[in-house]
């Protein structure tokens, strides 16, 4: 049980174009998600923090206009990089939290190629 | 601000050695600390923690001490095998609030028959 996936698990796309990335949890609800960046041999950096049914906390330095979170069920967020350009190539990652857990269980990431 | 910081990579042992990945820590109050792995393709998983000073965290072989004295999570294992080549992560969990993780770099660790 508590298995993330992420869609896609990579894109390529052109500078100035949005791309959207799915996050679900399978077999499990989560009340809360969380989208992290990780630049080569680099950590992992939350951006968002994400909860069913209202609007996601961004860590500061983190764009909300540009990197658009939607948490619209209990088993689904999606993160939207609007406009990309090619410093946001990167490896996104989210992890979700069950009600009343403190665990994070991760999705397998997406890899982001702006060319 | 809070921090982690794990030793750089990669670590590459035969099978059998001994691992020890370094993490210190830097954290207002007092944090959960924690190790994940990343096995090729897959996302990671929680591999041990500990949630207070001294407790020992033990998975799989691997251990880690919670050591509030050197704010240290040191990661190690007696002997190793093939598969547990992977990246490991050290990370602490900040109480309150979304119980955010903040991560440390990552270390891969690569073990050869």
């Known amino acids: 049980g508590a298995v993330v996936s992420q869609h896609p698990s990579w894109v390529i796309c052109k500078s100035g174009t949005s791309v959207k990335i799915e996050c679900r949890s399978l077999?499990?609800?989560?009340?809360?998600m969380f989208w992290y960046r990780q630049f080569p041999k680099q950590s992992l950096m939350l951006m968002a923090t994400?909860?069913?049914?209202?609007?996601?906390?961004?860590e500061q330095g983190v764009e909300k206009d540009k990197f658009l979170i939607n948490h619209a069920s209990l088993t689904l967020s999606t993160l939207t990089v609007t406009s990309a350009h090619p410093e946001d190539s990167s490896f996104y990652i989210c992890?979700?939290?069950?009600?009343?857990?403190?665990?994070?269980?991760f999705g397998p990431g997406t890899r982001l190629t702006v060319l | 601000g809070d921090s982690v910081t794990q030793m750089e990579g990669p670590v590459t042992l035969s099978e059998e050695a001994f691992l020890t990945i370094n993490c210190t820590y830097t954290?207002?109050?007092?944090?959960?600390l924690f190790w994940y792995v990343q096995y090729p393709g897959e996302g990671l998983q929680l591999l041990l923690k500990?949630?207070?000073?001294?407790d020992k965290g033990s998975n799989k072989g691997f251990e880690a001490t919670y050591r509030k004295e050197t704010t240290s999570f040191h990661l190690e294992k007696g002997s190793v095998q093939v598969s547990d080549s992977a990246v490991y992560f050290c990370?602490?969990?900040?109480?309150?609030?979304?119980?955010?993780?903040?991560f440390g770099a990552g270390t891969r660790l690569a073990v050869h028959p």
């Open positions: 992890s979700a939290r069950r009600q009343g857990g403190n665990e994070q269980f």
């Open positions: 077999d499990f609800q989560a009340t809360t």
């Open positions: 994400s909860n069913e049914g209202s609007k996601a906390t961004y």
């Open positions: 954290a207002t109050g007092y944090p959960s």
């Open positions: 500990a949630t207070k000073a001294d």
């Open positions: 990370a602490l969990r900040v109480a309150g609030g979304y119980n955010k993780l903040i």
